[in-house]
C-alpha cells in the first residue's frame, strides 16, 4: 500500500499520514492528524464533517486509512497522541500533567473523529476495516 499511498497523497492527505503514522516513528504525523482534528472546527462531529464533505473521501484509500488511524490513536500512549504531545507541549515533560493531558485529548478527539468517519464511508462500496 505505501506506493498506492505515496503516489496518491496530494490528492488524499489524510491516507498519506495514516500510513506514515504506522510506517515510521516520526513524532510530526501524529501531530498533524491530532492537531488538524483538535482545532479544524468546534466538535469532532464538525470536524468529520469537514472531511467527509470533500470529493477525496470517496478516494479507495480511505477506509484502510481509517483503519490505521483508528489503531493509532486508540490508545493515548500509542504514536499518534504521543507525536501531538511531544509537538504541542514541547516545555513539557513526558509524564507531566501538561503531557499527558495533550496526549488524552489527542486520542480522545482523533479517536471521535475517525468514528464518525467510519459511519460516513459508502460501505456499500468498500469492507469496513477491522471487520
Same mark, same amino acid.
Given at each position: 500500500?505505501?506506493?498506492?499511498?505515496?503516489?496518491?497523497?496530494?490528492?488524499?492527505?489524510?491516507?498519506?499520514?495514516?500510513?506514515?503514522?504506522?510506517?515510521?516513528?516520526?513524532?510530526?504525523?501524529?501531530?498533524? $492528524? @491530532?492537531?488538524?482534528?483538535?482545532?479544524?472546527?468546534?466538535?469532532?462531529?464538525?470536524?468529520?464533517?469537514?472531511?467527509?464533505?470533500?470529493?477525496?473521501?470517496?478516494?479507495?484509500?480511505?477506509?484502510?486509512?481509517?483503519?490505521?488511524?483508528?489503531?493509532?490513536?486508540?490508545?493515548?500512549?500509542?504514536?499518534?497522541?504521543?507525536?501531538?504531545?511531544?509537538?504541542?507541549?514541547?516545555?513539557?515533560?513526558?509524564?507531566?500533567?501538561?503531557?499527558?493531558?495533550?496526549?488524552?485529548? @489527542?486520542?480522545? $478527539? $482523533?479517536?471521535?473523529?475517525?468514528?464518525?468517519?467510519?459511519?460516513?464511508?459508502?460501505?456499500?462500496?468498500?469492507?469496513?476495516?477491522?471487520?
Amino acid at each position: 500500500m505505501r506506493d498506492r499511498v505515496c503516489a496518491r497523497s496530494r490528492y488524499v492527505p489524510a491516507t498519506a499520514k495514516a500510513e506514515a503514522i504506522n510506517g515510521r516513528a516520526e513524532a510530526k504525523d501524529g501531530y498533524d $492528524v @491530532a492537531w488538524y482534528c483538535i482545532h479544524a472546527a468546534r466538535t469532532a462531529a464538525e470536524v468529520a464533517e469537514l472531511i467527509a464533505s470533500r470529493p477525496a473521501f470517496a478516494d479507495p484509500l480511505v477506509p484502510e486509512s481509517l483503519s490505521l488511524l483508528r489503531r493509532a490513536f486508540a490508545e493515548p500512549d500509542l504514536q499518534g497522541p504521543v507525536g501531538y504531545a511531544l509537538l504541542s507541549r514541547p516545555d513539557d515533560p513526558e509524564g507531566s500533567e501538561e503531557h499527558d493531558r495533550a496526549r488524552n485529548e @489527542a486520542s480522545l $478527539v $482523533v479517536s471521535e473523529v475517525v468514528e464518525r468517519l467510519i459511519t460516513a464511508v459508502p460501505w456499500e462500496r468498500h469492507a469496513p476495516p477491522g471487520g
